[in-house]
């Protein structure tokens, strides 16, 4: 028999709430070290990895540890920049390596524990700094300050803190920071009078318009969900002066259930105000959904529902 090899007994008695906890924690950090890696070395080398092939070779590499008794397996930022760095060009590079690490560990691994820890710890750091691009900081400061000041914030907890620790703030404040930005809402206003067009904006200035003319033109763009609804129902209730007020699907390529409430509101809204309403640009989803509400409708029998937008200001005598 092998010696070194050691495959662990299993007993049903060692499961427990705590032992899956830690399981899925240490899953999910492996799941992103590993994948930020590979963004690092695609960034490197130019080219582009695989999410799933990485994953599963991590999937795979953690089972083979564990039934060999040995430590979860994940990708190493540190390692993969120096591989890179060293002139590795291919994918085989991380075999070698891998070979290598078993000769050394099977063979040479009492030599090692000649090799102190601050030769480990500069080594180290060199590869860090050379992983940093000053090029990348700058123009993140020039054009995205709040991802900048997430880096930064990132870089101070990975070396007070942890690493680990470090990556899971950046990205919960990052998705945060998403989550903000899709809760305004995507969306453009035409403003007309006079049978022509007077302001085009988009949805971050339009309550900055003193005037809504006599037909304006509402287009969703993106999403409409739980998340934005809100902001949408706010400009609509901005809404003064028009007498006819378009709704423009055609860039709207999501609606939830949630979204199709935030619809329904504004539609109430906008006939509380004694405006009239068009549909243009509905997609075959969205029909589907609007198809079982009694205002869409009302507004199909009266013939306020078009395939375009250009096709209701013409018949409003508007230019299209």
């Known amino acids: 028999a ?23 924690t240490i899953a999910i950090i492996g799941i992103l070290e590993s994948l930020i890696s590979a963004k690092i070395a695609d960034g490197m080398t130019k080219t582009k990895y695989n999410r799933n092939k990485e994953v599963l070779g991590l999937g795979l590499a953690n089972v083979a540890s564990g039934l060999m008794g040995g430590i979860p397996a ?7 920049a120096l591989n890179v760095k060293s002139g590795a060009t291919h994918k085989t590079s991380a075999g070698i390596s891998s070979v290598l690490i078993a000769i050394i560990s099977l063979l040479f691994l009492a030599q090692f524990k000649f090799l102190t820890l601050n030769i480990v710890a500069a080594i180290l ?26 880096s930064v914030l990132v870089a101070v907890i990975t ?13 919960i404040i990052a998705l945060l920071l998403f989550v903000n930005e ?19 904006v988009d949805n971050e200035h339009f309550g900055e318009l003193k005037e809504h003319g006599e037909v304006l033109v509402y287009r969703f763009a993106g999403i409409l969900t739980y ?27 999501y609606v939830d259930l949630d979204g199709l409430d935030a619809l329904e509101e504004i539609v109430e809204i906008l006939e509380a105000k004694k405006i009239k309403i068009m549909f243009t640009g509905i997609s075959a989803s969205l029909q589907s959904l609007v198809n079982s509400k009694t205002f869409f409708g009302k507004l199909q029998k ?7 937008t250009s096709d ?7 230019v299209a």
């Open 74 to 80: 994940t990708a190493a930022l540190a390692r993969t």
């Open 125 to 150: 750091v060199f590869v860090a700094i050379k992983m940093v691009k000053h090029e990348h900081f700058v123009h993140l400061f020039r054009h995205d300050k709040k991802a900048f000041f997430i």
């Open 302 to 308: 009266k013939h306020l529902v078009f395939e375009r």
């Open 312 to 318: 209701a200001l013409k018949k409003l005598k508007f």
């Open 227 to 253: 998340i934005n609804s809100l902001s949408h129902i706010e400009n609509v209730e901005r809404i003064n002066g028009p007498h006819t007020v378009v709704l423009s699907f055609r860039h709207l390529f």
């Open 2 to 24: 092998i010696s070194f090899i050691n495959v662990p007994g299993f007993s049903t008695s060692v499961l427990s709430k705590d032992l899956f906890v830690a399981a899925i």
């Open 159 to 171: 070396v007070v803190e942890d690493p680990i620790i470090g990556i899971l703030v950046g990205a």
């Open 182 to 200: 899709l809760s305004k809402g995507q969306a453009e206003v035409s403003v007309n009078k006079n049978k022509d067009m007077m302001y085009y």
